[in-house]
């Protein structure tokens, strides 16, 4: 059967005023996928509210027990209180949608009204979840580094719903809710917008680049555990720059080959490469990466990317560190640097 999947992320360091037209930032027809760039989180989650709605509607017994007035009187309470607990934010949200297929098994309990029908575990929700994860990450860091500032993401809740081939909609997850704070904000430019749509595509057809914005779009979200967001935004840090070595080892090298092709001169590169495979240190790898994405700035880098090691290193040989002493910021810029020239000189 057909399902409906949405997830919603507050954007903390994002302008986007109440008169300005949501933004389509990415969007692909077959199968049916898009991110938009919205105020009003409401319009988009209609469907999903008031499921969260009935579901706790069912769990005080009140379905079937109204009269059709009071009911709607009742459902419409219920949606103020899911809207209330979201919060209101002059911060704009990122909508991901997606449709898709999902097996089915109606052989449980609900409650079927004249509108619409109520199930519980018609279908899986963790598979479509899991499904979106990659997608969805992606989409969150590509707004992060098309941005350019550090802007962070509270997930607003995810669901998904059944539509069937009448056009019925079936009603078997309940979203959940995140909480808010404030940022300063910029608006995304038309420039941003555009690496948004083409960072999306291009992070989605390299899987090695998706587990990176896996772990840093759950970095992003992890403001409140400087810890774990720490931790968590340096994991990715080390897999992209693992991921990339070799890449621009090879790249490296056929540098130094170009300059002359003196049999000499290609014996020793390949001597190198023989003895030191397997032997560089991560400050290695990520020198290396230097060399052609850090710009002006790389030796600034690779001094960011030596006491973050450090930090990380003390860590996890047990010294205390005070959270507000755990350099994340420098992390998250490392990556938001690195992800952007690498997918730009992919493009």
Same mark, same amino acid.
């Given at each position: 059967?057909?399902?409906? #999947?949405?997830?919603? #992320?507050?954007?903390?360091?994002?302008?986007?005023?109440?008169?300005?037209?949501?933004?389509?930032?990415? =969007?692909?027809? &077959?199968?049916?996928?898009?991110?938009?760039?919205? &105020?009003?989180?409401?319009?988009?989650?209609?469907?999903?509210?008031?499921?969260? *709605?009935? @579901?706790? %509607? %069912?769990?005080?017994?009140?379905?079937?027990?109204?009269?059709?007035?009071?009911?709607?009187?009742?459902? =419409?309470?219920?949606?103020?209180?899911?809207?209330?607990?979201?919060?209101?934010?002059?911060?704009?949200?990122?909508?991901?949608?997606?449709?898709?297929? !999902?097996?089915?098994?109606?052989?449980?309990?609900?409650?079927?009204?004249?509108?619409?029908?109520?199930?519980?575990?018609?279908?899986?929700?963790?598979?479509?979840? *899991?499904?979106?994860?990659?997608?969805?990450?992606?989409?969150?860091?590509?707004?992060?580094?098309?941005?350019?500032?550090?802007?962070?993401?509270?997930?607003?809740?995810?669901g998904a719903y059944l539509i069937k081939p009448d056009g019925q909609i079936v009603h078997?997850?309940?979203?959940? %809710?995140?909480?808010?704070?404030?940022?300063?904000?910029?608006?995304?430019?038309?420039?941003?917008?555009?690496?948004?749509?083409?960072?999306?595509?291009?992070?989605?057809?390299?899987?090695?680049?998706?587990?990176?914005?896996?772990?840093?779009?759950?970095?992003?979200?992890?403001?409140?555990?400087? #810890?774990?967001?720490?931790?968590? @935004?340096?994991?990715?840090?080390?897999?992209?720059?693992?991921?990339?070595?070799?890449?621009?080892?090879?790249?490296?090298?056929?540098?130094?080959?170009?300059?002359?092709?003196?049999?000499?001169?290609?014996? #020793?590169? &390949?001597?190198?490469?023989?003895? %030191?495979?397997?032997?560089?240190?991560?400050?290695?790898?990520?020198?290396?990466?230097? !060399?052609?994405?850090?710009?002006?700035?790389?030796?600034?880098?690779?001094?960011?990317?030596?006491?973050?090691? =450090?930090?990380?290193?003390?860590?996890?040989?047990?010294?205390?560190?005070?959270?507000?002493?755990?350099?994340?910021?420098?992390?998250?810029?490392?990556?938001?640097?690195?992800?952007?020239?690498?997918?730009?000189?992919?493009?």
């Amino acid at each position: 059967m057909n399902y409906i #999947y949405l997830a919603g #992320y507050r954007v903390l360091g994002l302008s986007h005023t109440a008169s300005d037209p949501d933004i389509v930032l990415w =969007e692909q027809i &077959n199968p049916f996928r898009r991110l938009v760039l919205a &105020n009003n989180v409401n319009e988009y989650f209609t469907i999903l509210d008031r499921q969260t *709605a009935l @579901a706790w %509607m %069912m769990l005080k017994g009140l379905i079937g027990k109204l009269e059709e007035k009071d009911f709607d009187t009742a459902l =419409e309470e219920h949606i103020s209180d899911v809207r209330a607990q979201r919060g209101s934010s002059k911060n704009p949200a990122v909508i991901f949608e997606a449709q898709g297929e !999902i097996e089915t098994n109606f052989d449980g309990p609900g409650k079927e009204l004249d509108r619409l029908e109520i199930r519980w575990d018609v279908f899986d929700k963790d598979k479509v979840r *899991a499904t979106h994860t990659q997608e969805v990450s992606a989409s969150l860091a590509a707004v992060r580094i098309s941005a350019g500032n550090d802007c962070r993401f509270e997930s607003l809740g995810d669901g998904a719903y059944l539509i069937k081939p009448d056009g019925q909609i079936v009603h078997s997850i309940t979203a959940k %809710m995140g909480t808010l704070n404030a940022y300063v904000s910029r608006r995304l430019d038309e420039s941003a917008i555009d690496h948004v749509r083409t960072f999306v595509t291009s992070i989605l057809q390299q899987p090695g680049i998706c587990k990176v914005t896996e772990l840093f779009s759950m970095a992003l979200e992890q403001q409140h555990d400087r #810890y774990q967001g720490f931790v968590t @935004a340096w994991a990715a840090l080390e897999i992209l720059t693992g991921k990339l070595f070799r890449q621009y080892e090879k790249a490296l090298i056929d540098k130094f080959t170009a300059i002359s092709d003196a049999p000499g001169l290609k014996g #020793y590169l &390949n001597r190198v490469e023989e003895v %030191m495979h397997g032997r560089y240190t991560l400050v290695d790898r990520f020198s290396v990466l230097s !060399i052609f994405l850090g710009g002006e700035s790389a030796d600034e880098d690779i001094t960011k990317f030596k006491k973050c090691k =450090e930090t990380r290193d003390k860590l996890f040989h047990g010294k205390q560190i005070p959270d507000e002493s755990l350099p994340l910021e420098d992390v998250c810029g490392l990556l938001d640097k690195y992800l952007n020239s690498f997918l730009e000189s992919n493009a």
